[in-house]
């Protein structure tokens, strides 16, 4: 066989031998997949999740609940159940608590965070170990007290991961005791205050009722020369729990620059009376005061000095006999027999 010919053959084989036996070769072999896009892959994958569980046993889907809603009276015991998915290779282990539910205050934000200690709720199991690719539906129950006030006690289900990589999961809760409700709420502490060229109004509400309620607000301000701010009731992104207050800023870019105005705040919510509040706002243009003061203070320093000069009474003066010249007080002596000259 010819050199060059049997060189080919030979090259030919090792290089088949070379990719029958190296991993890496054979990783980028047609048809096997790159080891950083499965990497990628894994690292992209969802983490665990938690949700209200779908009812009669369903897989979980875009259209289930995003909360939970429970209604029920002073003693009753609901039922329900919270839905833990690990969609990871690894096992996940959940620490379960309630929150704010039977705390008493109805506090928290709106996305049911607060201190509540969550009494009134009770889980199968608080700690639960999912296995990998696995859902887990941990049953609870929400016991009522017989003394519980009615109306609405929003809170939350907590879901946190124990060990390495930790995590949180919170799922709101709606909780209405049922009986006699009442929605109130109220506008207090309203001030107007300066901030550069705008005004910033300041105000607090008050949720004084047992219902949650989405407030809306409407602002207007009349000066001496009529209306200067007039903004239509608009919802607030506020969620207004039973007992809290929240503190809001409202800004108004152009205020008069010479005005003495009363701002009034108007705030009403679903089944809530409108509550008022107001505050006196005097606008001064204090640059042209402090020169108008200032010309006014020089123009009055200067009329008292010419006024002075005005009433001053000068000596008046005149000759004597011997053409000496003498003062007009001294001749009244003379003229008298009061007083005598050498």
Excluded at 90 to 116: M, P
Excluded at 205 to 227: C, I
Excluded at 238 to 249: D, H, K, N, W
Excluded at 250 to 255: K, S, V
């Amino acid at each position: 066989m010819p050199f060059r010919t049997r060189a080919a053959v030979t090259g030919a084989v090792l290089a088949t031998v070379t990719v029958l036996l190296c991993p890496a070769a054979a990783a980028a072999r047609p048809g096997a997949a790159p080891a950083a896009p499965r990497a990628a892959a894994e690292r992209s994958a969802p983490d665990w999740t938690a949700a209200p569980a779908p009812g009669g046993g369903a897989r979980p889907s875009g259209r289930d609940r995003p909360y939970f809603y429970l209604e029920g009276g002073p003693g009753a015991v609901m039922n329900d159940r919270i839905s833990l998915g690990n969609p990871t290779d690894r096992a996940v282990t959940v620490h379960l608590r309630g929150a704010d539910v039977g705390s008493g205050t109805g506090g928290g934000d709106a996305a049911g965070r607060g201190s509540g200690s969550g009494a009134w709720v009770a889980f199968a199991a608080k700690e639960v170990r999912i296995p990998p690719r696995t859902r887990a539906g941990v049953p609870f129950t929400v016991t009522v007290p017989r003394d519980a006030v009615p109306g609405d006690h929003p809170g939350a289900l907590v879901a946190t991961r124990t060990g390495p990589g930790g995590g949180e999961r919170r799922v709101r809760m709606h909780l209405r005791v049922s009986g006699p409700t009442l929605s109130a709420v109220t506008v207090e502490n309203v001030s107007v205050g300066r901030r550069g060229s705008a005004a910033v109004i300041r105000y607090t509400l008050v949720n004084r009722g047992n219902t949650v309620l989405a407030p809306r607000l409407a602002v207007r301000a009349d000066g001496v020369f009529g209306p200067v701010l007039r903004r239509a009731a608009r919802a607030l992104p506020v969620e207004l729990l039973p007992g809290r207050r929240v503190q809001r800023t409202e800004t108004w870019p152009d205020p008069p620059g010479l005005d003495a105005v009363d701002v009034r705040l108007d705030v009403s919510a679903a089944g809530a009376a409108t509550s008022s509040g107001s505050a006196p706002y005097t606008a001064v243009p204090w640059g042209l005061f402090v020169a108008g003061a200032l010309v006014l203070t020089a123009g009055g320093g200067g009329g008292w000095l010419w006024l002075r000069r005005r009433t001053a009474t000068p000596a008046v003066r005149s000759q004597d006999e011997g053409g000496a010249e003498v003062a007009e007080d001294e001749r009244e002596l003379a003229s008298t027999g009061s007083g005598a000259r050498a």
